[in-house]
Structures are given as C-alpha cells and as structure tokens.
T-cell receptor, first 113, second 111 residues
C-alpha cells in the first residue's frame, strides 16, 4: 500500500501571498488531519477532515482553511501569508475511527520571506 | 500544548536503557500514542496503550496510568539510530481522538 503523499515538498512564498498544499491519504483512509510543526511550538493540530467535512479544528486563525474531496484527498490553504507561517506542514491519514493510528506524510516545508 | 509535559532533551549511551516520561491532563478517554520523529522526517507510530499497564514491543515498551495522567516510553539496548524526538499524544478531542501532541523529547544516543 502506498503511503501518505504530500505535494509540493518545498515551497517559498512572500508575505501576503497565499498557498495551497495537497495531501493524498493511504488508500481506504477517510480521515485526513493537518499539522503545523515549528521548532518553537512543536506539532500543532490545524484541523481534521472526514468524509469531506471538517470534524475537528485546532486553534488557528481563519487564514488557515482546508477541504477534502470525495476521493479523500485533502488540500490546505493559507491566505495572506505571514513570516510566522514558515513551518513544516504535515498531513496524516487514518481510518477515521477514534484512537486509530495516524500515518504521516513527509510534509511540505514552507518558507515565507 | 494543552498541559502535556515531556522532558525537552535527554542523553544516553549506546546499549543503555532510557525512560521518557509524559504527563497530561486526564480527559476521561482512553488511549495514548507514542510517535518517533527523526530529524527532518515525519513522525512514525511507535506504540499505543489503551488500558493501564505495560505494553512491550521488542526493545520498546510503553506504560500508561490513566487515572494519574502518566505514561512513559522505555527504550532498551539503545542504538545510535534511536536518536530522535519522541512525542506522546494522549486522548483529546470530542471523542477522545489523539490530535494533540506533547512538545517532544529529543533523545541523543552517544557512542
């Protein structure tokens, strides 16, 4: 079974721009979660999508949004980028049942200049 | 975040045993995960405790006490490749999902 894939792997943007990141889950997985990881804040939960609906949400501003398609692929969008958005963005997939193991993708490293 | 505490850094010698602790605010839900993350890579699943007690998996064991909000990861016969960050993820969320991770413990294994 193929693992979780994320594109692009690296991205450089400037302040004020917007960015869209993509995540393809493991085949059969219906839940996709997104995380932001920085050295100072660790791994922070952004949101989770299950069957095309946002089911859980972390404490991030509305500039961070996402969506999930019928094939379970998910996209995350960040509008009006700020320098502090520079981070590794990870997505993880699971079956969607409570307390199921999450499988992480390799991440997208975003640098905002 | 959210009252999950782990030591920031630990150092141990190859072949030794190390215990990484995780304390958290209890939520009434079961299930705590441990993940391993090598530098520059994504976290990978290590262990899962659904009930109290010790779960052993080769060189790695994990212990959970739900009433005390306490877990530890025990690594035996340390190898250089065990140098990584170790993240605990206790149950949170509306249905006890494990979306909130501890700050991670960076373990350095020295020769």
């Amino acid at each position: 079974k193929a693992g979780v894939t994320q594109t692009p792997r690296y991205l450089i943007k400037t302040r004020g721009q917007q960015v869209t990141l993509s995540c393809s889950p493991i085949s059969g997985h219906r839940s996709v979660s997104w995380y932001q990881q920085t050295p100072g804040q660790g791994l922070q939960f952004l949101f989770e999508y299950f069957s095309e609906t946002q089911r859980n949400k972390g404490n991030f501003p509305g500039r961070f949004s996402g969506r999930q398609f019928s094939n379970s692929r998910s996209e995350m969008n960040v509008s009006t980028l700020e320098l502090g958005d520079s981070a590794l963005y990870l997505c993880a997939s699971s079956s969607g049942q409570a307390q199921e193991t999450q499988y992480f993708g390799p991440g997208t490293r975003l640098l905002v200049l | 975040g959210q009252n999950i505490d782990q030591p920031t850094e630990m150092t141990a010698t190859e072949g030794a045993i190390v215990q990484i602790n995780c304390t958290y605010q209890t939520s009434g839900f079961n299930g705590l995960f441990w993940y391993q993350q090598h530098a520059g890579e994504a976290p990978t699943f290590l262990s899962y405790n659904v009930l109290d007690g010790l779960e052993e998996k080769g060189r790695f064991s994990s212990f959970l006490s739900r009433s005390k909000g306490y877990s530890y990861l025990l690594l035996k016969e340390l190898q250089m490749k065990d140098s990584a960050s170790y993240l605990c993820a206790p149950p949170r969320g509306n249905y006890g999902q494990n979306f909130v991770f501890g700050p991670g413990t960076r373990l350095s294994v020295l020769p």
